[in-house]
């Protein structure tokens, strides 16, 4: 029975290093189809009741406003695209600044800090562009 139970724990230690990636791999997909699944049905739905709403207004004596429901909405969709690139574009900025003053902290070596200027610049360019658009939008 005690040789049963070493040949066990042996066995365990062998494979357990293999199993914890094979099940973490196993559940990771997993979610990942379901997280999919899940948002294909909720862009399904969304879809499903904009066009019975759209309809219904259609349906109405004034047609005008499905016109400036649609504009609304692809407005509000355009100034959430925005707002979308100026948070990346300040994350990739604070990231560069981080990743510029981490090698210089660590790494004194004569100009290896500015590794860090290059996100810096996407983002500092990310953000400007955010912002010029949404001024040329409100400008015209």
């Known amino acids: 029975m005690h040789q049963l139970?070493?040949?066990?724990?042996?066995?365990?230690?062998?494979?357990?290093?293999?199993?914890?990636p094979?099940?973490?791999?196993i559940a990771?997909?997993?979610?990942?189809?379901?997280a999919s699944w899940a948002d294909a049905r909720r862009r399904e739905r969304e879809a499903f009741?904009?066009?019975?709403?759209?309809?219904?207004?259609?349906?109405?004596?004034?047609g005008q406003q499905v016109v400036e429901l649609l504009r609304q909405e692809e407005a509000d969709r355009i100034e959430?695209?925005?707002?979308?690139?100026?948070?990346?574009g300040w994350v990739t900025l604070g990231a560069g600044i981080g990743v510029g003053v981490l090698l210089w902290?660590?790494?004194?070596?004569?100009?290896?800090?500015?590794?860090?200027?290059?996100p810096a610049l996407v983002g500092a360019a990310l953000v400007l562009h955010a912002n010029l658009t949404r001024r040329r939008r409100t400008g015209s």
Not at 22 to 25: E, H, L, N, Q, S
Not at 28 to 34: D, R, T
Not at 55 to 61: F, R, T
Not at 105 to 118: D, K, T
């Open 49 to 62: 009741f904009r066009h019975e709403l759209l309809k219904k207004v259609a349906e109405s004596p004034s």
């Open 80 to 88: 959430r695209q925005r707002q979308a690139i100026q948070l990346a």
């Open 28 to 34: 990771l997909f997993g979610f990942l189809s379901v």
């Open 105 to 118: 902290q660590l790494v004194r070596l004569a100009g290896l800090w500015a590794v860090g200027v290059i």
């Open 5 to 20: 139970a070493t040949e066990t724990a042996h066995l365990l230690t062998q494979t357990l290093p293999l199993l914890i």
């Open 22 to 25: 094979i099940v973490g791999t």
